[in-house]
């Protein structure tokens, strides 16, 4: 299910002298490098795309206020976020599909988390199976967790399926495997309209669903026919607090996260329901268009939520002085998705590798340029709205 094309001579000269210094520079190579529909797919949110777009655009509204003489000679970006202290409070969002980039696709993810001591969230919709994906983190040399229980690094983002035989059987999948939390993603009850899917019937391939070719996932067989559209029809579209919340804490005893909180009242609602966590994301505007970015919704949702229940966030994260602003405004722990894909894209591991260091060695100096030494202290007083400094 390779999205690549078949390198031209003109490609290959040009690639020679491509030398990105930041996850932007990627964008240009991603789009020589990747077949038009694949390339599409990673880029585009649905419809116009505006929710896509703006969650990029939102960072240039928000001034960071730095402070002078502070001594910053020792800056900690370390976190700790569900019982584990990470390097750094980036992490891997969810991505299905993750073989158009590279052959092993989320493979690579998990190893490069494990050395860089950072977080993913393995998909359900990925082309690697669950229990495959564990079992490479695992295999890191000198991995600290390679036989223990759970793996830190590891969280598993669950579609919550009609059929509740199928997720009842990934979540179990999940435990047994040692991930660290079920990331429910709440935004999906039935798939936003992404052109390109609809423009392009057949063009991205069908093996989107590993999850569901395994010995274990008897119950799932329907799952591989149709690639994305296919498997999302089977999403449950009846999704609500007290039916299935209630019952998929009932069923596990991991830690449950929901992914798509856009606004207090659910974050007020997720934490009625004594869920663990929040996860502020618009599905990297993949699914209503013109809903808002992320980043502005974040306030609503960290007064209700910040400091009882830990805000994982996403959307539109490019460089180190977004995660900053994202964190300024209450996110505890951020997660970038295309970015990944465009690193796994230009360079596998070595190029997930190179994104994650750019962004941390980038927040790093927005620490030191800003005044302040560790994750904790980065908090409101640190940003504007640009509209602020025109109040004259
Ligand atoms: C190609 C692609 C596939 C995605 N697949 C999933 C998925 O399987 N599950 C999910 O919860 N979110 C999925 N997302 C959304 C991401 O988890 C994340 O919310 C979004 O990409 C963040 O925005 P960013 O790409 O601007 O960083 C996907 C996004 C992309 C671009």
Not at 110 to 120: E, I, S
Not at 330 to 355: C, H, K, M, S
Request: with cysteine.
């Amino acid at each position: 299910m390779s999205g690549k094309l078949q390198p031209t001579p003109e490609f290959l000269e040009w690639e020679a002298n491509f030398m990105p210094v930041c996850v932007n520079d990627l964008i240009p190579y991603c789009e020589r490098r990747l077949k038009p529909a694949f390339w599409e797919h990673i880029r585009d949110g649905a419809m116009d795309g505006e929710t896509n777009r703006n969650n990029v655009d939102v960072y240039k509204k928000i001034r960071i206020r730095p402070r002078v003489l502070r001594d910053v000679s020792n800056i900690d970006t370390t976190v700790k976020f569900f019982g584990h202290t990470f390097a750094s409070p980036i992490g891997l969002s969810p991505t299905g599909s993750v073989q158009m980039c590279h052959p092993e696709g989320e493979k690579v993810f998990a190893r490069t988390v494990a050395k860089m001591n950072q977080a993913y969230m393995c998909s359900t919709a990925t082309t690697v199976s669950l229990e495959d994906v564990a079992a490479e983190a695992r295999g890191v040399p000198d991995y600290p967790f390679a036989k223990t229980a759970h793996i830190p690094n590891l969280f598993f983002q669950l579609y919550v399926f009609g059929d509740k035989k199928v997720t009842e059987a990934l979540v179990k999948r999940a435990e047994r495997e040692g991930y660290t939390a079920m990331v429910v993603t709440v935004d999906t009850p039935r798939l936003g309209r992404r052109l390109t899917l609809i423009r392009r019937p057949g063009e991205l391939g069908k093996r989107v669903w590993a999850n569901f070719e395994t010995k274990d996932s008897d119950p799932t067989k329907f799952a591989n026919k149709g690639g994305n559209l296919g498997l999302s029809s089977n999403f449950s579209d009846t999704l609500n607090w007290d039916s299935d919340i209630k019952w998929l804490r009932s069923i596990t005893k991991l830690p449950i996260v929901l992914k798509g909180i856009m606004s207090g009242e659910d974050a007020e609602l997720a934490i009625k329901a004594g869920v663990d966590g929040i996860y502020v994301s618009n599905h990297g505007g993949r699914q209503l268009d013109t809903i808002p970015a992320t980043l502005e919704v974040l306030p609503e949702i960290a007064r209700v939520a910040k400091g009882k229940i830990p805000i994982m966030f996403d959307g539109g994260v490019r460089k180190g002085t977004d995660v900053f602003k994202a964190l300024a405004l209450g996110a505890d722990y951020v997660f970038i998705g295309r970015p990944a894909l465009y690193g796994l894209t230009w360079n596998g591991e070595e190029g997930i590798e190179q994104v994650l260091n750019w962004l941390n060695e980038e927040l790093r100096l927005a620490m030191v340029l800003a005044g302040t030494t560790s994750i904790k202290d980065i908090s409101k007083a640190f940003v504007r709205h640009e509209s602020e400094y025109w109040k004259l």
